[in-house]
């Protein structure tokens, strides 16, 4: 079946270091990818999607390119600040109405 | 504000004691699901509801009940709890038919329900 491998955390890095969070999929066929982020105390909430290979999509300096060719959504960000601690997880959909998530990468930045 | 709202945030039961998770969204949303939430787990779909009196199990369902009686309304029940049941639980909502790229999940703040 259809699934998101995200890199295990926790992930601690200080502030304005540069950030990547790994994630592949397996599925059969080209699903839509996205990231969610939960921050503390509060509900997911979409932070950037790509539909289609070699779309690449940002949001509030994070970006992610779907690769097609090593079935990866790699999350990036070039200078963290504190206010971006929070756990992300990565998706999968085919279109449905259902969403795949990974297991989550918990996220803290350090001042 | 649109919102997705559940209570409680927090619940601590024992086992067998009936209880009811409240989900209720105020963007007119035809597509409503609920998730539990587990370490190393992820997020895994319990039941999910297309419609009024439309609903359908998810990927984790056993142990559960829902019913959606109205649009904006989506509760959660477990009828006979216990603590394999202890979880994160998160009320989602979407518009239904437009496509998770265009319309994506709006969730709840989540309830943390402890079964003893």
């Known amino acids: 079946g259809d699934s998101v491998t995200q890199m295990e955390g926790p992930v601690t890095l200080s502030e304005e270091a540069c950030l990547t969070i790994n994630c592949t999929y397996t599925a059969t066929g080209y699903p839509s990818l996205f990231w969610y982020v939960q921050y503390p105390g509060e509900g997911l909430q979409l932070l950037l999607k790509?539909?289609?290979?070699?779309d690449k999509g940002s949001n509030k300096g994070f970006e992610a390119t779907y690769r097609k060719e090593t079935t990866s959504f790699h999350l990036e960000k070039g200078s963290v600040q504190v206010s971006d601690s929070a756990v992300y997880f990565c998706?999968?959909?085919?279109?449905?109405?259902?969403?795949?998530f990974g297991t989550g990468t918990r996220l803290t930045i350090i001042p | 504000e649109a919102q997705v709202t559940q209570n409680p945030r927090y619940l601590i039961t024992v086992t067998g004691k009936k209880l009811t998770v409240t989900c209720s969204q105020n963007m007119n949303h035809e597509y409503m699901s609920w998730y539990r939430q587990d370490p190393g787990l992820g997020l895994r779909q319990i039941y999910y509801?297309?419609?009024?009196?439309?609903?359908d199990k998810g990927d984790v369902p056993e142990g559960y009940k829902v019913s959606r009686k109205e649009k904006r309304n989506f509760p959660l029940i477990l009828e006979s709890p216990s603590p394999n049941q202890t979880s994160l639980y998160f009320c989602?909502?979407?518009?239904?038919?437009?496509?998770?790229?265009?319309?994506?999940?709006?969730f709840g703040n989540g309830t943390r329900l402890t079964v003893t």
């Open positions: 509801s297309m419609n009024v009196e439309v609903t």
């Open positions: 998706a999968l959909n085919f279109g449905n109405e259902k969403l795949t």
């Open positions: 989602a909502s979407k518009e239904f038919g437009s496509p998770l790229g265009n319309s994506p999940l709006h």
């Open positions: 790509a539909t289609k290979a070699d």
